[in-house]
């Protein structure tokens, strides 16, 4: 059986965790170890218990305290080319490079690291499976391809983006040239593109739903949630939500 559980979820920062019963993985760190240790703290986890971190890639909110936390934890982190091009992980206590699209095991967690549309060098999302349970998480993206709704398709959890409104964000504080980047193919998902792969994906839906990467200036939680709670009542699915603060306690499908 896997369980996740939420570090932090935003673009403050973001750190998820993913275990097994002796398996424990951590994936991405945009916060400093000592934040990481504090945080971790809350879910009752050491982070020498941590056996290996993935990156998803380079973006500060992912990768910022990747090195340390590695060093703290005595533990190799995995990443694409190009995540590692970025020298962003140059520091850390060993890396691994991993190919895009590869399924490849850690203890006994079977990966799948899987190619995302987003404005990094070389970003994949993961897909975790241990017996027959399967876990998801995916944020950092602006459209959903083919090949990302077939690679989430039977997860039992699945943490998902909910970025940001497309209205809120077009009539919000930011830049035109940011609300560009954030609303673009290669940028963030919005709430309608986020429910539209929980739509393709109906047939057999999550369990469990988390949203994430939820941002605080050009989204709001009571509109994640009117769309969402719509969706999961007829299908039963729970509904978690992850907080840049808080994160969430551990889940388990
Ligand atoms: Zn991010
Ligand atoms: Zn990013």
Known sequence: ?????????????NATLIASSTTTLLVDCGFTVKELIARLEKLAVAVDQIDAILVTHEHGDHIAGIAAASRAARA??????????????ESSFSVTEITSDSV?????????????PHDARE????????????????????????????????????????????????????????????AGDYGHLNNQQAMTLLEQLSERPPKVVVAGHISEQNNSLEQVATLLEGWAEPLGSQIVYASQTDGFDWLAP
């Open 1 to 13: 059986m896997l369980r996740l559980a939420s570090v932090g979820s935003g673009s403050k920062g």
């Open 76 to 89: 190799p982190v995995f990443a694409t080319h190009g995540t590692v091009q970025s020298g962003r992980l």
């Open 123 to 182: 970003p994949v999302q993961f897909r975790f499976q241990s017996d027959s349970c399967s876990i998801g998480v995916l944020t950092d993206l602006g459209s959903i391809t083919p090949h990302v709704s077939r690679g989430f398709s039977d997860c039992e959890l699945l943490l998902l983006e909910f970025n940001h409104d497309l209205n809120q964000l077009r009539q919000g504080p930011y830049p035109a040239s940011l609300k560009r980047r954030v």
């Open 104 to 116: 490849f095991e850690i203890g006994d967690i079977e990966i799948n690291a899987i190619t995302v």
